[in-house]
């Protein structure tokens, strides 16, 4: 089936590094998401991007985090300045439509370790 | 604001026995989109099953699950176990845009 591919599997960084974690999403897809998972514990929406735009964000998406995907390029998710507390699995995932019965993809994670 | 409860963190059986479970949620939204996720040991999160339909059961792969507005539930089952159903479920509700996920129960089924 559809495949969501992350880049890198792991990144380890010092804190207060920037860290830009890749996503390629389903080639046809328009919309796309960010979740965080700390060891332990549920998956955690982060956010929402449709037509170059944030649509939704909660509050675990700090001002250090910004999105983007540069004309069919990678969906990217950038942390600048990292902090402790940003260490955790992050999954990118991709629907084709906006709507609730939408399905979402999700990519293997990247395993984000901030020292 | 919206949750997920699942009730097991871990659940294990026997092959060929049955399999439930357990999906709660509460929200705002009159009108919530349940799912079932699974996750297998280092693989992607997959879609398992779908509903929006109150009181109507859904089916995939063997799984159902039926959304009760009146109990809040959304509920897992499988008639039999099989060893390829050792993963970790997670039961995921949308009302609005973002997808809130329960903790997720790590099913193990042995022979």
């Known amino acids: 089936g559809p495949k969501v591919l992350q880049i890198p599997s792991h990144q380890i960084i010092d804190m207060g590094q920037m860290v830009t974690l890749n996503c390629d999403p389903v080639s046809n897809h328009l919309y796309f998401y960010w979740y965080k998972q700390i060891l332990g514990q549920q998956m955690e929406f982060l956010v929402n991007f449709y037509n170059g735009k944030v649509m939704e964000k909660s509050k675990l998406f700090k001002d250090q985090f910004s999105v983007e995907r540069p004309d069919g390029s990678y969906f990217t998710l950038k942390i600048q300045p990292t902090a402790l507390e940003d260490s955790a699995v992050y999954f990118c995932?991709?629907?084709?439509?906006?709507?609730?019965?939408?399905?979402?993809?999700f990519g293997p994670g990247t395993r984000l370790t901030v020292l | 604001g919206d949750s997920v409860t699942q009730t097991e963190g871990l659940v294990t059986l026997t092959e060929g026995l049955p399999v439930m479970l357990n999906c709660t949620y509460q929200t705002i939204y009159s009108n919530p989109f349940l799912f079932w996720y699974v996750q297998h040991l280092n693989e992607s999160p997959r879609l398992l099953l779908k509903s929006f339909t109150d009181n109507k059961r859904t089916e995939h792969q063997g799984f159902h699950a039926t959304l009760h507005k009146s109990s809040s539930s959304f509920h897992l089952q499988k008639s039999s176990a099989q060893l390829s159903d050792s993963a970790l479920y997670y039961c995921a509700l949308r009302g609005g845009r973002a997808l809130i996920f329960g903790t997720g129960t790590t099913v193990s089924v042995s022979p």
């Open positions: 995932a991709s629907s084709l439509l906006g709507v609730g019965y939408a399905e979402q993809f």
